[in-house]
């Protein structure tokens, strides 16, 4: 009886971690921001599986960096303003960026930059008719 209730926690606690390496830890997350296409967001897990999330340019308002009060810590985080549909000047969405990696801000600030290039790329060229 006790070898079977032992064997029964181990076999749960083993699909439990299969679980928790498959869908919930996160290896690393990366950001790829191409002008004239979009915006591509790739969370690579634990158990190699990738998750890869496209945003349109043409849906993108702003990136910028966000604050948050978090257990007495302000924690910083780079977002995606996507932009509202009905509205050209209002926000309907933000997209909130490496969640599972939270880097410092002064590397949030250097990822902000290179997107806000892009960005103002983007808004000083020609748009096609």
């Known amino acids: 009886q006790n070898s079977m209730v032992l064997s029964a926690a181990i076999f749960i606690t083993l699909v439990g971690l299969i679980i928790y390496l498959h ?5 690393h997350e990366s950001l790829l921001v191409i002008g004239s296409l979009g ?10 599986k990738e998750s890869t999330t496209f945003i349109e340019m043409g849906h993108v308002k702003d990136v910028v960096i966000n604050e948050a009060i978090h257990m007495q810590k302000v924690i910083y985080y780079l977002c ?28 949030l600030i250097e990822v902000y930059k290179s997107c806000q290039e892009i960005l103002e790329q983007r808004k000083t060229a020609p748009q096609p008719s």
């Open 23 to 27: 869908f919930v830890k996160i290896d």
């Open 39 to 48: 915006i591509q967001v790739t969370s690579s897990y634990a158990s190699g």
């Open 80 to 107: 995606i303003l996507l932009q509202d549909p009905g509205d050209p000047q209002g926000v309907s969405e933000v997209v909130p960026l490496f969640q599972s990696s939270k880097p410092r801000l002064d590397c």
